[in-house]
């Protein structure tokens, strides 16, 4: 195969995410009303619990609003990487996935061109987020607009990826809402999305250590830090690491191997 061909593959499926999105208008509003909520409505109660401004890490006062912005930017990353293994769950059944996946090109690169798709749906979303946060005075710094590009490249990858691999062990439709709720919900609150880790410490020490190995927690580190043009290395380095685990896994998911060892375990317990 040239490269050509890799990369005609690769524009074809960006592109194909890109327009299904933008055409369904509802999914593309739902992605911005949830998070516009929480800033707006939810915020309100948490700001009356921890006070006007807090202390993030990177040692400035702020008010809650502007706090809670990478966290919601990561929630819109969180519900888009979900979204996109409904919709490889939905693709494998209705017959388009097993097309895709019988091209000469490798199989992981036909995942990584999916998951890469994937991710520039959710930097679409975040960045139109914070456009609405601006228009409403909820604004960053400048260079963080431009900064936060590598960071929401690399927690858009992770978050896909963990989607990736839950769509390579469903392989029902229906079931796949509930396996979404009980994978977003816990990973989002457990995790400094919403309020400091030091203000969860104060609460409970187990739920501080869990959120600390939240990959999640990680992901909002790196995006909170590059919003200020600033660099995480730890949240870096552990979102890297979660990437490369998670892919790693979900390409075995999807490998040939994998699927025909199930069939032979499947006919040997007939």
Not at 214 to 232: C, D, K, M, S, W
Request: glycine share 8%; proline share 5%; with cysteine.
């Amino acid at each position: 195969m040239t490269i050509d061909a890799y990369l005609l593959c690769l524009k074809g499926i960006l592109v194909r995410e890109v327009l299904r999105f933008l055409k369904q208008r509802e999914r593309f509003l739902a992605a911005l009303v949830r998070p516009l909520v929480w800033l707006f409505v939810f915020a309100a109660g948490f700001r009356a619990a921890l006070g006007v401004s807090i202390i993030p890490p990177y040692e400035t006062y702020i008010t809650y609003e502007v706090y809670i912005v990478p966290g919601l930017i990561g929630m819109i990353q969180l519900f888009n990487g979900m979204q996109s293994s409904l919709s490889m769950v939905y693709d494998r059944e209705m017959g388009s996935m097993r097309i895709l996946m019988v091209t000469p090109l490798p199989r992981w690169y036909l995942l990584t061109c999916k998951l890469l798709a994937g991710a520039a749906v959710s930097i679409l979303q975040a960045y139109t987020f914070l456009v609405i946060a601006a228009l409403f005075g909820i604004t960053l710094p400048a260079i963080g607009y431009v900064a936060v590009l590598p960071a929401l490249v690399l927690s858009g990858l992770m978050l896909g990826a963990v989607g990736l691999l839950l769509s390579s062990t469903i392989r029902q439709l229906e079931n796949f809402a509930g396996i979404m709720n009980f994978v977003i919900f816990p990973t989002f609150f457990l995790s400094s999305a919403l309020y400091p880790l030091w203000k969860m410490q104060e609460s409970s020490v187990v739920l501080h250590r869990i959120c600390q190995f939240n990959p999640f927690t990680h992901a909002v580190e790196l995006i909170r830090f590059a919003l200020y043009g600033r660099v995480a290395p730890v949240a870096l380095g552990i979102t890297l690491l979660s990437l490369a685990l998670f892919l790693a896994l979900a390409i075995y998911g999807y490998s040939p191997a994998k699927a025909m060892m199930q069939r032979r375990a499947g006919t040997g317990g007939g």
